[in-house]
């Protein structure tokens, strides 16, 4: 056994359990994301550092009252934003006052309050063109608190009296008083590099140069490793023929299933996570409208693409994930502050976008379905009508909207890839062919 060698058969379990829990939060605190949580993670504290190095390239580091895991991304993925306590992604304004926040936090004391802090990210923000806060600003506050109920939630912002929601509605009468964990404070905001020494978004992707067959191998095995355990489903055409490989071999379903307690699906197209814990943030199918659409809507996706009977689906090569990396990496770069960086001789990098993700040859013999939108459309309006009772009046009143959040949804998922006019059905798509929806029938009695 390469991981959890000293961990006895008894206690596997709850080991297992630790690691699905660091994976899922990346950073634990004294009440974040529960009060047993640190505990569970202090016991195989050690375990867990050399477990989660080796099989993933991840740094565990425990201070104070806070677990931090620095992971090593791959790649950019924008699909995973920081929410407000309802659940709405942050914008760039609120993402923007969440890193003023953090600053202003680090020159405070021991405590401060919601107003103070508010000064002090206003005074900042006051200085960035198209940016500002303004407390008189209904929208602003709102913005404001939603980042600081950010840090709240997770403990770095610990809450003595009043609330932040009662500032947010009448600044003059209301007030929060905050202690601040200083250990969160300085694991939360971790970079691997100095980011005024950063010219690209994509320097802070890069790794150590590789100096042998053995140390190549070993990086790919953990990337193949990190792609499994980060996403729902991985595709081989998405990643490069080294990661695609260990994805293919038998030691990573084992290494997984030892390490996380779940067991990898293996098909042709690639390999799957199987969730049956609550592992992962956000599951497929799940519960809402939008979830129970987008099953409905895989159903009809499936049947569009693999219909014998029906009209022959045109297919098209599936879009170069190392075009959508390019395209985000510019997308981040051009917020770059240039008048802040600070170029040092050897640290200078390029990005290169032929580095991320896909080989050639898989990208070009990559052809899958491809359906119109104005086939979602109508197999939205379809589902509607048939389910009606099983959706509130407002999706009725605005199916598209509905379309857009299950299209997105699936996305996800890795079910579909957007293209222009329409998406291309993808293989984890064919899990739902000839899937049969019930409804319940209300009864009076």
């Not at 964990?181 to 980011?195: G, K």
């Not at 197209?269 to 969730?275: I, K």
């Amino acid at each position: 056994m390469r991981f959890a060698a000293d961990v006895s058969e008894l206690d596997l379990a709850d080991y297992q359990r630790a690691v699905r829990l660091v994976l899922r939060h990346p950073l634990i605190t004294a009440t974040y994301p529960d009060e047993r949580a640190l505990i569970r993670v202090r016991r195989f504290a050690a375990e867990l550092r050399r477990d989660l190095a080796e099989a993933f390239g991840y740094q565990l580091e425990l201070h104070g009252s806070t677990a931090r895991l620095v992971r090593a991304a791959d790649q950019l993925t924008p699909d995973r934003p920081a929410t407000t306590r309802n659940g709405r992604p942050f914008d760039r304004q609120r993402y923007a006052y969440l890193a003023l926040c953090l600053a202003a936090l680090g020159r405070a004391g021991v405590q401060t309050t919601v107003s103070e802090l508010a000064d002090a990210v206003s005074a900042d923000a006051n200085r960035i063109g198209g940016l500002g806060l303004d407390p008189d600003s209904g929208a602003d506050r709102r913005a404001f608190v939603d980042a600081v109920t950010w840090l709240e939630e997770r403990g770095v912002l610990r809450v003595a009296d009043g609330s932040s929601a009662s500032w947010a509605s009448d600044p003059a009468a209301g007030e929060a008083l905050y202690d601040i964990a200083r250990d969160a404070l300085v694991a939360l905001f971790h970079p691997p590099r100095v980011l005024q020494h950063v010219d690209t978004v994509s320097a802070l992707l890069e790794r150590s140069a590789v100096t042998s067959g053995n140390t190549e191998r070993r990086a790919a095995a953990q990337a193949a490793r990190r792609a499994v355990a980060e996403s729902p489903i991985v595709y081989f055409s998405d990643v490069d023929t080294a990661v695609a490989n260990h994805l293919r071999g038998t030691a990573l379903p084992a290494d997984l299933h030892r390490l996380t307690g779940l067991r990898v699906e293996r098909r042709a197209e690639g390999v799957l996570l199987v969730d049956t814990v609550g592992f992962s943030m956000e599951r497929f199918p799940g519960t809402g409208s939008v979830a129970q659409a987008a099953v409905l809507l895989a159903v009809d996706l499936a049947e569009r693409a693999t219909d014998p009977d029906g009209r022959r689906v045109r297919r098209m090569p599936a879009p170069d994930p190392r075009e959508r990396q390019a395209a985000l990496i510019a997308a981040a770069d051009a917020a770059l502050p240039t008048a802040a960086r600070v170029p040092i001789g050897d640290l200078e990098t390029t990005a290169d976008a032929d580095d991320a993700g896909g080989t050639d040859t898989e990208t070009e013999l990559a052809r899958l379905p491809f359906v119109t939108d104005s086939f979602l459309r109508e197999a939205v309006a379809a589902i509607l009508q048939r389910y009606g009772s099983a959706f509130g009046a407002p999706w009725h009143a605005d199916p598209d909207r509905l379309r857009v959040e299950a299209v997105d949804l699936l996305t996800r998922f890795g079910a579909v890839t957007p293209v222009p006019g329409g998406v291309l059905v993808r293989a984890l798509i064919g899990r739902y062919r000839a899937t049969v929806a019930h409804t319940r029938q209300r009864t009076l009695f």
